[in-house]
């Protein structure tokens, strides 16, 4: 419900471009999507944790991921961390289109 909210104000989700602004979760598909990202050379560092998501997830864990996602921000100018994780839970579930996007 949160993120629906956020996406129903965007005025309020624009502010939201750094890791002490929001916390969003680090779950299996964002974890994929970091992992195919670092493995790709485009983040500075592997996620932290698993991909299982079955668990409760350490405050320490979250803040690292969420840095790797404040990278993927720089240069993007209007972007803020909600795009990115949405765009991050589908290249971490595998859209079967998401092949073609790189």
Do not use: C
Request: aromatic fraction near 6%.
């Amino acid at each position: 419900m949160f993120m629906v909210g956020l996406f129903a104000k965007p005025s309020l989700a624009a502010d939201l471009v750094t890791v002490e602004h929001v916390a969003l979760p680090p779950n299996g598909p964002i974890y994929n999507a970091l992992k195919i990202l670092h493995q790709a050379h485009v983040l500075s560092g592997p996620p932290a944790g698993t991909e299982l998501d079955d668990e409760s997830t350490e405050l320490g864990l979250i803040v690292e991921n969420n840095g790797l996602m404040a990278e993927i921000l720089k240069g993007h100018s209007g972007w803020n961390l909600i795009d990115v994780h949405s765009g991050l839970y589908m290249l971490g579930t595998r859209y079967p289109l998401s092949k073609q996007w790189a």
